[in-house]
């Protein structure tokens, strides 16, 4: 469905350090950075696309957090998605919903929220029954 996602970051080398640690558990890798242009993106390693990116904005004003704008990263069991979690809080993320189930969504839903450290709101969702 996409070809790319992009995140805004005013740290392009903590945002780096984050998204590594945080996306390895994922089965997904950095395929591409450019400290000249500061952004780097990640794949699935048997993949090309879709990649999630981290960018300096272009227009060189701060990078800001969109309201209402959430990125989620589907899990394969519910384990990653409790690993997810630790590791962003770990890396300088900050909690914006503990790992659970979430029922409202549907019977399976077992996701988590939190905050990357530029503020970007981040989910971690496994659709599967435990």
């Not at 996409?2 to 350090?17: C, E, K, P, Q, Y």
């Not at 909690?95 to 981040?122: I, M, S, T, V």
Request: net charge negative; proline share 5%.
């Amino acid at each position: 469905m996409f070809s790319h996602v992009t995140l805004g970051t005013n740290d392009i080398a903590r945002a780096i350090a984050f998204y590594d640690a945080l996306l390895a558990d994922l089965g997904l890798q950095r395929i591409e950075y450019s400290e000249e242009h500061g952004f780097a993106g990640w794949a699935a390693a048997s993949e090309t696309t879709p990649q999630f990116f981290l960018t300096r904005p272009f227009d060189r004003r701060a990078a800001t957090v969109g309201n209402g704008v959430t990125i989620a990263f589907e899990a394969k069991d519910r384990a990653s998605v409790d690993r997810f979690h630790a590791t962003a809080l770990a890396q300088g993320g900050t909690d914006e919903g503990a790992p659970g189930l979430r029922p409202h969504y549907h019977a399976d839903y077992y996701g988590a929220y939190l905050r990357d450290p530029d503020g970007n709101k981040l989910c971690c969702v496994c659709h599967r029954p435990e």
